[in-house]
Every structure is written in C-alpha cells, then in structure tokens.
C-alpha cells in the first residue's frame, strides 16, 4: 500500500546527510505530518516511506482499535514523537554500529492524544492491572506485527518513556519484541 492510499499526509524530503558520518541518512526521504486524517505526528517527522507506511498500517490495526476499547472511546488524534532521525550509534547495543534512527528506518512514540482532550506517556507500568497498562501492552506488542524491533518500558534504561520501533533487518526474519 502506499502512503496516499493509506492516508497519510505527507510530502517528499530533500535526501538527509551527516557531514560527520557518510554512513548516515536517508536517500529519500518523507516528512510525515499526519499518519491518517487527523491524527498528526506532533511537531512532523522525516523518515524512510517504509518506516512511515508500517507506522501508518499499526495505527489503523493495532493503536486505534486499542484506543477504542478505553473509557469514553477515544480516538488517537497526535502520536507525541521521541527520538525520529539522528545520526547515532546504538543505544545499549554494540557502539560502532549505527542506530536505525540513523537511517530513518526507526520512530519512537512518546505518547499519544487523544480526541477528549487527554494525553496518555509512555512510561512504566508495573503490573499494576490498570486500563493504561493494558493499552500500553496492547500498542506496543501490536506493533511487532509491523516491526522488526520493539523496546519499551523494561527492555532497558534507555527506553523506560517511549517505544522504540524500527524495521531493522536480521537473519532469518528474526524480531525482537521486548
């Protein structure tokens, strides 16, 4: 599917380059303003069309049908963005490899919005048996049906307020979903 069929507002972006490191980039680059009609990515982000397209087909599948499900049923109407593309090493991982961010092939949520008003961070959870934890869980688990990478609360330090999603390449289709 491509990104007009799926809804997405965007426009194409001049190719992304690091005078400090020819590895990094994005060769075609999208600036995503929304990922469907109303709901936006606050403050925009630039990113590969792959990554925006699986953002795009989680929402549709997996974050709004979760969203629904909550008191009041709200709709998603802003994805609170944390890190989109920065030319980095890994985070946790090995450091003389780059990070997906690097190559605008990941996105990391935040948070969301919501249509009454509300704002709900990513944050840790516990096993507290709450509505928040369940979508939490819902979202973010939902998510490794589009990504090859999932980190959040739990993984590690580092993504303790956000999900990490990235479409990184392995051996055998291997994902990590933590």
Not at 25 to 39: C, K, T
Not at 72 to 91: E, F, H, K, N
Not at 134 to 149: E, P, S, V
Not at 152 to 173: E, M, Q, Y
Request: aromatic letters at 6%; a negative charge.
């Amino acid at each position: 599917m491509t990104l007009t069929m799926l809804g997405v507002g965007y426009h194409e972006a001049a190719p992304v380059t690091s005078p400090e490191d020819a590895d990094c980039g994005i060769a075609r680059p999208v600036q995503i303003d929304s990922l469907q009609p109303g709901v936006t990515i606050a403050g925009g982000a630039v990113m590969r069309c792959d990554t925006a397209r699986r953002l795009a087909l989680w929402l549709r599948a997996e974050a709004q049908p979760a969203a629904a499900l909550l008191p009041g049923a709200p709709r998603i109407t802003a994805i609170l963005p944390g890190s989109t593309y920065q030319c980095r090493a890994r985070v946790g991982g090995a450091s003389d490899k780059l990070s997906e961010h690097a190559l605008g092939n990941a996105f990391d949520v935040a948070g969301l919005r919501f249509s009454n008003g509300e704002e709900m961070l990513i944050a840790p959870r516990g096993d507290s048996g709450g509505i928040e934890e369940a979508f939490q869980k819902a979202i973010r688990y939902g998510a490794c049906l589009y990504f090859t990478t999932v980190l959040g609360p739990g993984s590690n330090a580092a993504h303790d307020d956000h999900l990490h999603f990235d479409g990184a390449v392995r051996k055998g289709g291997w994902r990590l979903c933590e």
